[in-house]
């Protein structure tokens, strides 16, 4: 658990943030402690490789010496020791890792045996979906909400009828009723449609009501899309 | 086997129990058994259109609640053995109605009748989506103007998501049905084209009934126009719908030039 503080003084800005590590508390006496962290390596020997470790020596009473023993055996073990907790820092020298404080506790799931909690990893999820297809007409009164992405509709949306995507609107039939697009702040976003007949059209909070689009424009196809903080809508083709 | 057709609309006044009680008449006649079911619940009408008010004892929400038998209930109609009537209560409202309660009449009539045709209040709240509830098929009565078009719209997609067909991973056939058509306001513009409608709505269409007299002087006798008059114009569109509702092909005619020509023919009648 732990959040390390950068400890740095520099000219440049400088941010706390937190970071989730492992922590590992070993308890005397130390010969048998690293008996258990070779057992958790034979089960599983690239357990520790890579992941940030820090050591809570708060439970024994080590000296300086007997810190950079224990720092060097977990070395060879190939596991990394990122900053020491729970000691006084004249007991570090240089060579050792620095001194964390303000540590908390987090709950991460997965841990194992030994008090080591394991790091936040990419959870292995099926890739979310980016795009939304409606392959028939959305009706007046239906809303459509899809913030993950684009939204593809083979049909015509109705009058009454509402479409919001986090990214792009496509529309193959006639678009009559509200789309809204790029709604998580997404400026790239753009809307088209085969004939553009809308009560109103949006991309990021910057709209245009029926009244505001060109009368010319009206039963073409069209996209929408945003220059600045103005929304320009120009015919397809 | 059983088919449950609800007509339907969203908006109020567009021609649903007309529609219901014409369409009911012209399937009977043709020899299969109907029944028409009133689900307008505190605002019945279909008991007027059918000619039947004066015969009402019990009513749907007596038999939904196990006051009356469904045969208790059910008034046959006195021209057409095998047309009949279900109305509904004039003095509840649409609360009365339950989902347990529609599903058990539904299932009883399913085993006595050919057609079950629903005729559904105007609104999307609990009444009419009771009456789409067990369709297996809607008729979508729709004038040719904007806001009955939209109303449309909105119910075409409640039927496709509210019904149990639509939970159960089917799909309602839908039909829309115009009415109040008139062409000569058409022609000027001055009413949504058909293809307009058909383009907006994306659903196959079934009939055009013409705006016509004929349907008030029906209502007015208690008849279905269909039985009141079957040479009009708006009768015989309505024939014509409910033999496409049988699988029937007939060439889709805006049933008015005849009328037009007819109207020459007697000198100027109606103005």
Same mark, same amino acid.
């Given at each position: 658990?732990?959040?390390?503080?950068?400890?740095?003084?520099?000219?440049?800005?400088?941010?706390?943030?937190?970071?989730?590590?492992?922590?590992?508390?070993?308890?005397?006496?130390?010969?048998?402690?690293?008996?258990?962290?070779?057992?958790?390596?034979?089960?599983?020997?690239?357990?520790?490789?890579?992941?940030?470790?820090?050591?809570?020596?708060?439970?024994?009473?080590?000296?300086?010496?007997?810190?950079?023993?224990?720092?060097?055996?977990?070395?060879?073990?190939?596991?990394?020791?990122?900053?020491?907790?729970?000691?006084?820092?004249?007991?570090?020298?240089?060579?050792?890792?620095?001194?964390?404080?303000?540590?908390?506790?987090?709950?991460?799931?997965?841990?194992?045996?030994?008090?080591?909690?394991?790091?936040?990893?990419?959870?292995?999820?099926?890739?979310?979906?980016?795009?939304?297809?409606?392959?028939?007409?959305?009706?007046?009164?239906?809303?459509?909400?899809?913030?993950?992405?684009?939204?593809?509709?083979?049909?015509?949306?109705?009058?009454?009828?509402?479409?919001?995507?986090?990214?792009?609107?496509?529309?193959?039939?006639?678009?009559?009723?509200?789309?809204?697009?790029?709604?998580?702040?997404?400026?790239?976003?753009?809307?088209?449609?085969?004939?553009?007949?809308?009560?109103?059209?949006?991309?990021?909070?910057?709209?245009?009501?029926?009244?505001?689009?060109?009368?010319?424009?009206?039963?073409?196809?069209?996209?929408?899309?945003?220059?600045?903080?103005?929304?320009?809508?120009?015919?397809?083709? | 086997?059983?088919?449950?057709?609800?007509?339907?609309?969203?908006?109020?006044?567009?021609?649903?129990?007309?529609?219901?009680?014409?369409?009911?008449?012209?399937?009977?006649?043709?020899?299969?058994?109907?029944?028409?079911?009133?689900?307008?619940?505190?605002?019945?009408?279909?008991?007027?259109?059918?000619?039947?008010?004066?015969?009402?004892?019990?009513?749907?929400?007596?038999?939904?609640?196990?006051?009356?038998?469904?045969?208790?209930?059910?008034?046959?109609?006195?021209?057409?053995?095998?047309?009949?009537?279900?109305?509904?209560?004039?003095?509840?409202?649409?609360?009365?109605?339950?989902?347990?309660?529609?599903?058990?009449?539904?299932? +009883?009539?399913?085993? #006595?009748?050919?057609? !079950?045709?629903?005729?559904? %209040? /105007?609104?999307?709240? $609990? @009444?009419?989506? *009771?009456?789409?509830?067990?369709?297996?098929?809607?008729?979508?009565?729709?004038?040719?103007?904007?806001?009955?078009?939209?109303?449309?719209?909105?119910?075409?997609?409640?039927?496709?998501?509210?019904?149990?067909?639509?939970?159960?991973? +089917?799909?309602?056939? #839908?039909?829309?049905? !115009?009415?109040?058509?008139? %062409? /000569?306001?058409?022609? $000027? @513009?001055?009413? *949504?084209?058909?293809?307009?409608?058909?383009?907006?709505?994306?659903?196959?269409?079934?009939?055009?009934?013409?705006?016509?007299?004929?349907?008030?002087?029906?209502?007015?006798?208690?008849?279905?126009?269909?039985?009141?008059?079957?040479?009009?114009?708006?009768?015989?569109?309505?024939?014509?719908?409910?033999?496409?509702?049988?699988?029937?092909?007939?060439?889709?005619?805006?049933?008015?030039?005849?009328?037009?020509?007819?109207?020459?023919?007697?000198?100027?009648?109606?103005?």
């Amino acid at each position: 658990m732990d959040s390390k503080v950068d400890p740095q003084r520099q000219l440049v800005r400088l941010r706390g943030r937190s970071y989730v590590a492992f922590v590992f508390s070993p308890v005397m006496p130390i010969v048998n402690w690293l008996e258990g962290i070779d057992a958790t390596l034979a089960r599983s020997p690239g357990f520790f490789v890579g992941r940030p470790i820090v050591l809570d020596l708060s439970a024994v009473k080590l000296s300086g010496h007997g810190i950079a023993h224990l720092v060097s055996s977990l070395e060879n073990r190939n596991i990394r020791v990122l900053g020491i907790e729970g000691v006084d820092s004249s007991l570090l020298d240089a060579s050792l890792p620095p001194l964390l404080t303000g540590g908390r506790h987090c709950m991460i799931e997965q841990s194992e045996p030994k008090k080591a909690e394991v790091k936040k990893e990419t959870e292995p999820k099926a890739p979310p979906a980016t795009s939304l297809l409606l392959e028939s007409p959305v009706r007046s009164g239906q809303c459509i909400v899809f913030t993950e992405g684009d939204v593809t509709v083979l049909g015509s949306v109705s009058s009454g009828a509402e479409i919001v995507a986090g990214g792009s609107i496509h529309v193959y039939g006639t678009l009559r009723g509200r789309a809204m697009a790029g709604i998580n702040g997404n400026q790239a976003a753009r809307i088209y449609c085969q004939r553009i007949e809308a009560e109103l059209l949006a991309i990021d909070g910057y709209y245009q009501t029926a009244e505001d689009i060109d009368q010319t424009l009206r039963s073409r196809p069209a996209q929408a899309w945003l220059d600045g903080e103005t929304m320009k809508i120009t015919p397809l083709i | 086997m059983a088919k449950v057709l609800v007509v339907t609309s969203g908006k109020g006044g567009v021609g649903k129990t007309t529609s219901t009680a014409a369409l009911g008449a012209a399937l009977a006649q043709n020899g299969d058994k109907v029944v028409v079911v009133d689900f307008d619940v505190g605002l019945r009408n279909l008991d007027l259109i059918m000619g039947a008010e004066r015969r009402v004892v019990f009513d749907l929400i007596n038999v939904a609640q196990g006051v009356a038998k469904l045969s208790q209930a059910l008034i046959r109609d006195k021209r057409l053995e095998n047309l009949w009537l279900l109305p509904a209560s004039q003095t509840r409202d649409k609360d009365a109605l339950t989902d347990e309660g529609v599903r058990q009449i539904i299932d +009883e009539l399913r085993s #006595k009748f050919d057609w !079950i045709l629903c005729d559904s %209040p /105007a609104g999307i709240e $609990r @009444g009419a989506t *009771l009456a789409m509830r067990y369709a297996d098929e809607a008729i979508i009565v729709t004038n040719p103007e904007v806001s009955s078009v939209r109303d449309s719209d909105r119910i075409i997609g409640m039927l496709d998501s509210k019904t149990v067909k639509a939970e159960q991973g +089917e799909e309602v056939k #839908k039909h829309v049905l !115009i009415t109040r058509y008139d %062409p /000569a306001r058409a022609a $000027r @513009g001055e009413m *949504l084209s058909i293809d307009d409608i058909l383009e907006i709505l994306a659903t196959p269409l079934l009939g055009i009934i013409p705006e016509s007299q004929d349907i008030l002087r029906a209502s007015n006798v208690g008849a279905p126009v269909t039985l009141n008059d079957a040479a009009c114009a708006s009768a015989r569109a309505y024939n014509d719908a409910a033999r496409r509702l049988n699988g029937e092909t007939i060439a889709m005619t805006v049933p008015v030039e005849r009328k037009r020509f007819f109207e020459r023919l007697l000198g100027r009648r109606a103005a």
